[in-house]
């Protein structure tokens, strides 16, 4: 079996300089820290009431933050200053959609919106990290409610906006607005995540060609979600806008720090019981068939046996899987131990649990593999996270990756699936006896991410579709 890394993390944290840089780092890590920060000081927030368009009744509505003279200015989202905007999650958790519609409650808010957040599906007992990433939210001004009710009618029926955040927050349309939903549908931006197949069905998405636009985080998956929904379920998908990602101001100083990098690196690497020299490549994903943990230890147990076949003088090379579930005990995982035993290479194969600090392992490696398997991922936001910290990446020529990764230049690609592996474990090899084309690639993504993968870049790829939605909604309907 391989060695358990989760007593060595723990063990770093009792170190103050190691927690005052997790402090910085981006939106999506610093809402794992959420569980442990609840308590701490609030901004003040003054509520006031504002009388619905329907029904008299009344929905409460946090005020603009105040903004500093000009300041509002240099937000792209400066127009939706005193706009109301409600936004709609299938569920509220530590996953990717949510984070993602949090960071957008909140860059909405610092442009002076006043946000309301509805959480559709909810477990009737709230977790401490369900009350603790309301409460983040309730910090900085964003309105909670309840997804059924007269509140949440009334507020959506008032918003300039309404968001739907992935395909299956749909149901909540027929689920609580009812007889009210072809009155929201003009001014609803559907953002869409989903790349697997089981999400294509009516009763999610039915309504998806009456909406006002529909938001797609990479050119691929949105031919993808095109051709599926007219092919598969004989609609048509409304006016599609593409939208990549981008990193937060908070994680690029964590990158652009070499003094918080090497700290880093040295006490990840210490407790990971890998030294400084070595070679270290992570895949840093949930661990599920789909993210292909098997075929990247695979690949990687395949590159130890050239390197050796040819035998070639490189440093001494580790693998590491960030995503690990050591409680869950699934059959994947338990298929990734057995073969790490099986081939023998425990003592250069580590498991790390899943957590969502990835800036700390981002600046203890050397290479980011991103491995998704089939249609690839969304997006795959890990992937420009490792670019900003000068990593090169090896990725599945698939999904959003190739919008990210130029292949030759800021990474190298291989084909997704069983096929993908031999070239994978060659293009680990070369890496490993190049260390200048390593380190180029890995300036060269860098560079790719400042030039577009920033987060305001983001923020003016995502004000152009509001304004757009904004004029629509505002259109007479035919």
Known sequence: ????????????????????????????????????????????????????????????????????????????????????????????????????????????????????????????????????????????????L?????????????????????????????????????????????????????????????????????????????????????????????????????????????????????VLREHIREALGVRNEDLLFAIINSVSRGKGQDLFLQAFYESLRLIQEQKLQVPTMHAVVVGSDMNAQSKFEAELRAFVSKKGIYDRVHFVNKTLTVAPYLAAIDVLVQNSQARGECFGRITIEAMAFQLPVLGTAAGGTTEIVVNGSTGLLHPAGKEGVSQLAKNMVKLATHVERRLTLGRKGYERVKDRFMERHMASRIASVLKQILQKSKRPSM
């Open 146 to 262: 309840s997804a059924r009710g007269r509140e949440v009618i009334d507020a959506t029926l008032k918003a300039d906006l309404v968001v739907l955040n992935t395909a299956v927050a749909g149901k909540w349309l027929d689920a609580v607005l009812k007889e009210h939903v072809h009155q929201v549908l003009p001014k609803t931006l559907w953002w869409i995540h989903e790349m697997r197949g089981h999400y294509f069905k009516l009763e999610y998405v039915k309504h998806l060609p009456s909406v006002a636009g529909a938001m797609i985080d990479s050119h691929t998956t949105a031919e993808y979600w095109k051709n599926r929904t007219h092919d598969r379920l004989g609609i048509n998908m409304p006016q599609t806008y593409v939208v990549h990602l981008g990193n937060s101001k908070e994680l690029m100083e964590v990158a652009e720090d070499y003094v918080a990098r090497r």
């Open 1 to 144: 079996m391989a060695k358990p890394t989760a007593a060595g993390w723990i063990s770093l944290q009792s170190k103050r300089l190691l927690l005052l840089l997790l402090v910085v780092f981006s939106v999506s890590t610093v809402v794992a820290l959420f569980v442990r920060n609840i308590n701490e000081a609030c901004e003040t927030r003054r509520d006031v009431s504002v009388s619905s368009s329907y029904g008299g009744g009344r929905v409460q509505l946090s005020p603009p933050p105040v903004v500093a003279a000009g300041e509002g200015l240099k937000s792209p989202l400066g127009f939706m200053r005193s706009k109301l905007v409600v936004l709609v999650s299938h569920e509220l958790s530590l996953s990717g959609g949510p984070l993602l519609l949090m960071e957008l409650a909140f860059l909405l808010r610092s442009a002076g919106a006043s946000v309301v957040w509805v959480t559709y599906q909810k477990p009737s007992e709230t977790n401490e990290v369900i009350y603790s990433l309301d409460q983040k939210m309730l910090d900085r001004g964003v309105q909670v």
